[in-house]
């Protein structure tokens, strides 16, 4: 158990609709990234935050935003929705230092969003 | 930003080591070198990093050449749960696709 949970663990929906992913980090952990992973594709980096700050962002399209809140959990939200983003979703935290240096990643079970 | 190039699959016999390359060649001075394994559709699990010493912990060894252009990760003793994808990482959030490894009974 990486300390990192996310849920809902499966989520299926139609093409159009919007859907939101929750992420909480490990106790103590200031930054959140999230990962999409197709089909026996590689882990697609989407974006990080750091301490309620966007700290780097990756593929991630328009369509798909993402917020730390205060608490520091996240959500990665989803919207019109296409078969395409059929994924697994992982979101990770760790613990960061202010400089920007990453250290290790613990990553979540993951959220297996289908769209039907 | 750096970029790896991994085997796509390996096999290796199980009690034997398993020896996992990566090859890193523009990798800037201060970029780490990170290693994770996804066992099926898991969360990735970290396994080690370096910079240019070579790491042991209780999972695994990580050698990196003296030009920091390649490493190794080096899993001596492999068992049937080690069959995973290991994932070699410069920069930090680039993952790619790494390498599928079987352990061979």
């Known amino acids: 158990d990486s300390g990192v949970t996310q849920t809902p663990k499966h989520l299926i929906t139609a093409t159009g609709q919007r859907v939101t992913l929750r992420c909480s980090p490990r106790?103590?952990?200031?930054?959140v990234y999230w990962y999409q992973q197709s089909l026996d594709q590689g882990l697609q980096f989407l974006i990080q935050?750091?301490?309620?700050?966007?700290?780097a962002k990756g593929n991630i399209l328009e369509r798909f935003s993402a917020q730390q809140f205060p608490d520091l959990h996240s959500e990665l939200n989803l919207s019109s929705l296409e078969l395409g983003d059929s994924a697994l979703y992982f979101c990770?935290?760790?613990?960061?230092?202010?400089?920007?240096?990453?250290?290790?990643?613990?990553f979540g079970p993951g959220t297996r969003l289908t769209v039907l | 930003d750096a970029k790896t190039t991994q085997p796509t699959s390996m096999d290796c016999a199980e009690g034997r080591a398993a020896n996992l390359p990566c090859n890193h060649s523009?990798?800037?001075?201060?970029?780490?070198v990170y290693w994770y394994r996804q066992i099926h559709s898991q969360g990735p699990q970290y396994i080690i990093h370096?910079?240019?010493n070579n790491e042991t912990n209780e999972m695994a060894s990580l050698i990196i050449t003296e030009d920091r252009k390649s490493s190794t990760l080096i899993l001596p003793h492999a068992t049937l749960r080690d069959t995973a994808v290991y994932y070699c990482?410069?920069?930090?959030?680039?993952f790619g696709t790494g390498t599928r490894l079987t352990i061979i009974p």
């Open positions: 990482i410069v920069p930090k959030l680039t």
């Open positions: 370096g910079l240019k």
């Open positions: 935050y750091y301490n309620g700050e966007e700290r």
């Open positions: 990770a935290s760790s613990v960061d230092p202010p400089s920007g240096i990453n250290n290790e990643q613990f």
């Open positions: 523009t990798i800037s001075g201060n970029e780490y």
């Open positions: 106790s103590g952990d200031l930054s």
